[in-house]
T-cell receptor, first 118, second 109 residues
Framework: DAGVIQSPRHEVTEMGQEVTLRCKPI?????LFWYRQTMMRGLELLIY????????DSGMPEDRFSAKMPNASFSTLKIQPSEPRDSAVYFC????????????????FGSGTRLTVV | TQLLEQSPQFLSIQEGENLTVYCNSS?????LQWYRQEPGEGPVLLVT?????EVKKLKRLTFQFGDARKDSSLHITAAQPGDTGLYLC?????????FGSGTKLNVKP
């Protein structure tokens, strides 16, 4: 398996524009997580899905953020309109289990999308 | 305020030295994980500890979960340049997930 695949790797956009980040989880993983990483706040969980259904979106910062998982092999995180404070690295992760039980049963992270909003 | 406090924030040592990094909280967790993250990549899970007092070893890395399941430590013996990276602890509590801010380790050859 190629692991969790995120695209694009880098995105530079102007304030006010719509940004869409994409994620392909590992086949067979039932859980998909979206995280945001910044120097100031570290890694923050934004939302997670179980079997394509959003379970907890309490970490989504505001209504400008939305996430979808139309099928088991694809998810998107959309920011509309984008703002400079959204600049961060966004990670997608997938897992068999909600809570890791070990290396073989833990989260696999993608390589992230570095978003810069100018 | 971070729920998981990691210390130190930065650590720069010479190859061959030993080191310990800490992950502390006032909350009790059902399990705790340690990750290593290299620049430009996502975190990679190293270990999960679930039982108070549990000790797990992964080659030169030793992980311990506190008796009260509120804290954890990671000890590296004879550090190597390949150990360089950001070490993150993470924990879950009632299906809420938290990451510490990390310890950035640099091992100089």
């Amino acid at each position: 398996d190629a692991g969790v695949i995120q695209s694009p790797r880098h995105e530079v956009t102007e304030m006010g524009q719509e940004v869409t980040l994409r994620c392909k989880p590992i086949s067979g993983h039932d859980y998909l997580f979206w995280y945001r990483q910044t120097m100031m706040r570290g890694l923050e969980l934004l939302i997670y899905f179980n079997n394509n259904v959003p379970i907890d979106d309490s970490g989504m910062p505001e209504d400008r953020f939305s996430a979808k998982m139309p099928n088991a092999s694809f998810s998107t995180l959309k920011i509309q309109p984008s703002e400079p404070r959204d600049s961060a690295v966004y990670f997608c992760a997938s897992s068999f289990l909600l809570v890791p039980k070990g290396v073989d049963y833990g989260y696999t992270f993608g390589s992230g999308t570095r978003l810069t909003v100018v | 305020t971070q729920l998981l406090e990691q210390s130190p924030q930065f650590l720069s040592i010479q190859e061959g030295e030993n080191l310990t990094v800490y992950c502390n909280s006032s909350s009790v967790f059902s399990s705790l994980q340690w990750y290593r993250q290299e620049p430009g990549e996502g975190p990679v899970l190293l270990v999960t500890v679930v039982t108070g007092g549990e000790v797990k070893k992964l080659k030169r890395l030793t992980f311990q979960f506190g008796d009260a399941r509120k804290d954890s430590s990671l000890h590296i013996t004879a550090a190597q340049p390949g150990d360089t990276g950001l070490y993150l602890c993470a924990a879950n509590n009632f299906n809420k997930f938290y990451f510490g801010s990390g310890t950035k380790l640099n091992v100089k050859p």
